[in-house]
């Protein structure tokens, strides 16, 4: 009976030695992944920092490039219209229709017309309009002298 209480104990001390040593490796895996971990939260810690001033440098680029562009139209409003005037003055009537009826056969928009020419797009319309007529006057013109001879 000796033998087999010794044998009980022998192995209660074999089985407790194992526990032992297998919760100490398991210790160690646990100490290590958490040190890993904490690598990895302060590499996040970095890359989120990072990702912010990034994202920063993105809105501030954008408030200026939409600062720039508010600049650029305020520019071009503040032109004086003085030059526009004497450029305008400078042409006669059929040549404006003659530029405007140009541009707009090469396919360019109102807008880039008035641009262009430095009129408002209501001028550009009228002007349009009124080479139209022109034009349709001076085919019923030649068509009447045709019809004379």
Known sequence: MLDYHLFLTLASLLL??????????????AAAHSDLLYEQQIALQKYQEELSQIEQSVIREQYFKTSLQQAEVTTELQKSRISFHQDRQ????????????????????????????????????QLRNLSALAENTNRLGRKTNVAAS
Do not use: N, W
């Open 16 to 29: 407790c030695s194992l526990l032992f040593a297998r919760s100490i490796v398991l210790r160690r895996r």
């Open 90 to 125: 400078k042409l006669k009537v059929p040549e404006r229709y003659a530029y405007v009826q140009s541009m707009f056969r090469s396919g360019m928009q109102t807008e880039d017309v008035a641009l262009t020419l430095g009129m408002s797009c209501h001028e550009i319309s």
